[in-house]
């Protein structure tokens, strides 16, 4: 361990979180290093992501951020010249029952006048927009046509490579293992391989964000829950929007899917009882019961032959809602996790949200979100769209 190389800022996690933030920092100016365990960017839970991006959400934090991440994704080509996969298909929370009719539109207002662009709609203009969704029973459903996807594999490796371009240095294969501090302050991140010095330290690890801040004597509320995916082969053009279902049946609670540019549906379920713990093998139980509810509220996609599953992890906090910002505790300490699941779409707006911080020019809206999203907070709250 001989390096004593000093940087403004070093990042741990080079996923969803860690590669924006790593680019918009070194474009506002700052030296940056981001230390990966893993052998490149995006390998841990960003890969497992479906690439669903929404700021349809019942926090208005989480609204802000992820109307700002919509912001930089859809404009993404223009802007970069990187073609990952933008598509503006809209989200739909489709309506079953009386209590979610309800739950959904007690949230418009609130949602409407912090900008976001959605409506209820009534059942026969649901099944305009989405053809062939399950007509029985159908109330209506909110729509924001706004909301849309990317290839999370394409985004990582487009904000890696403007990173990298910008001067970032990202060093895989490479693990935090210890951090010291000098008068309540961040000073010196020894890994595996080699110490540095910084003035600031990000903690981007998602459900590894535990690990990493224990180091610092800091605990966090942060757990790791497994959640399955899937994809079938692909079919003709149905339908653009992202389908969310947030009734909760046997085995499940909330269900989405939507079809990829491909003509590919992908799937994913929120299971009940949760799965706690790193487990990454996927199960033939999900199939049974995410394919279930797929042919319930799609019955036309029952033929479809299923290409492959997997498992990834959300790092879970009380309420449904990320961890941002600094540590009461430890100066220069930041933090960016909890993201519950939701990195990849969040990622981008907490990247310009972190370097603001930095920089020390936070607007009103971003002050907000780092008092709501504080680990100092009570997390008695609730994200009603998880």
């Given at each position: 361990?001989?390096?004593?190389?000093?940087?403004?800022?070093?990042?741990?996690?080079?996923?969803?979180?860690?590669?924006?933030?790593?680019?918009?920092?070194?474009?506002?100016?700052?030296?940056?290093?981001?230390?990966?365990?893993?052998?490149?960017?995006?390998?841990?839970?960003?890969?497992?992501?479906?690439?669903?991006?929404?700021?349809?959400?019942?926090?208005?934090?989480?609204?802000?951020?992820?109307?700002?991440?919509?912001?930089?994704?859809?404009?993404?080509?223009?802007?970069?010249?990187?073609?990952?996969?933008?598509?503006?298909?809209?989200?739909?929370?489709?309506?079953?029952?009386?209590?979610?009719?309800?739950?959904?539109?007690?949230?418009?207002?609130?949602?409407?006048?912090?900008?976001?662009?959605?409506?209820?709609?009534?059942?026969?203009?649901?099944?305009?927009?989405?053809?062939?969704?399950?007509?029985?029973?159908?109330?209506?459903?909110?729509?924001?046509?706004?909301?849309?996807?990317?290839?999370?594999?394409?985004?990582?490796?487009?904000?890696?490579?403007?990173?990298?371009?910008?001067?970032?240095?990202?060093?895989?294969?490479?693990?935090?293992?210890?951090?010291?501090?000098?008068?309540?302050?961040?000073?010196?991140?020894?890994?595996?391989?080699?110490?540095?010095?910084?003035?600031?330290?990000?903690?981007?690890?998602?459900?590894w964000a535990g690990e990493i801040s224990a180091l610092l004597g800091v605990p966090l509320p942060v757990q790791p829950e497994a959640h399955e995916a899937a994809i079938t082969e692909p079919?003709?053009?149905?339908?653009?929007?992202?389908?969310?279902?947030?009734?909760?049946?046997?085995?499940?609670?909330?269900?989405?899917?939507?079809?990829?540019?491909t003509g590919k549906i992908i799937f994913c379920l929120t299971p009940d009882p949760p799965i706690m713990g790193f487990l990454n093998q996927n199960t033939s139980g999900f199939l049974t019961?995410?394919?279930?509810?797929?042919?319930?509220?799609?019955?036309?996609?029952?033929?479809?032959?299923?290409?492959?599953?997997?498992?990834?992890?959300?790092?879970?906090?009380?309420?449904?809602?990320?961890?941002?910002?600094?540590?009461?505790?430890?100066?220069?300490?930041?933090?960016?996790?909890?993201?519950?699941?939701?990195?990849?779409?969040?990622?981008?707006?907490?990247?310009?949200?972190?370097?603001?911080?930095?920089?020390?020019?936070?607007?009103?809206?971003?002050?907000?979100?780092?008092?709501?999203?504080?680990?100092?907070?009570?997390?008695?709250?609730?994200?009603?769209?998880?």
């Open positions: 361990m001989s390096s004593t190389r000093t940087f403004d800022v070093i990042i741990a996690g080079a996923g969803s979180v860690g590669t924006p933030t790593a680019m918009y920092l070194t474009q506002a100016g700052f030296s940056v290093l981001v230390i990966e365990a893993l052998p490149s960017c995006g390998q841990a839970s960003n890969k497992h992501a479906i690439g669903g991006v929404r700021a349809t959400h019942s926090d208005p934090s989480k609204i802000y951020l992820c109307a700002d991440s919509i912001n930089i994704l859809s404009t993404w080509q223009e802007n970069y010249g990187d073609d990952i996969e933008w598509r503006s298909g809209g989200y739909s929370f489709v309506a079953y029952d009386e209590k979610v009719e309800a739950n959904l539109k007690s949230l418009l207002a609130v949602q409407k006048s912090l900008g976001l662009n959605i409506d209820w709609h009534s059942a026969d203009q649901i099944l305009q927009l989405i053809p062939g969704l399950q007509p029985k029973g159908l109330r209506g459903g909110t729509f924001s046509p706004e909301d849309g996807s990317a290839s999370p594999l394409k985004t990582a490796a487009a904000f890696y490579k403007h990173a990298k371009a910008s001067g970032a240095e990202f060093h895989f294969n490479e693990k935090v293992s210890q951090v010291t501090l000098a008068n309540g302050r961040v000073s010196q991140i020894i890994t595996d391989r080699e110490q540095y010095f910084c003035k600031y330290f990000i903690n981007a690890a998602g459900s079919t003709r053009p149905l339908f653009d929007a992202m389908v969310v279902d947030i009734r909760p049946t046997p085995g499940s609670n909330n269900f989405y899917f939507y079809q990829h540019p019961v995410g394919s279930q509810r797929l042919i319930d509220l799609m019955p036309k996609l029952m033929n479809l032959r299923l290409r492959r599953s997997w498992r990834g992890t959300y790092p879970m906090t009380p309420d449904g809602l990320p961890i941002l910002g600094s540590v009461d505790s430890v100066g220069g300490y930041l933090l960016a996790t909890g993201l519950c699941g939701q990195g990849f779409m969040l990622g981008p707006g907490v990247a310009r949200l972190l370097t603001h911080l930095i920089e020390g020019r936070l607007n009103p809206q971003e002050h907000a979100c780092l008092e709501s999203l504080s680990l100092q907070r009570a997390f008695t709250s609730e994200e009603m769209l998880k």
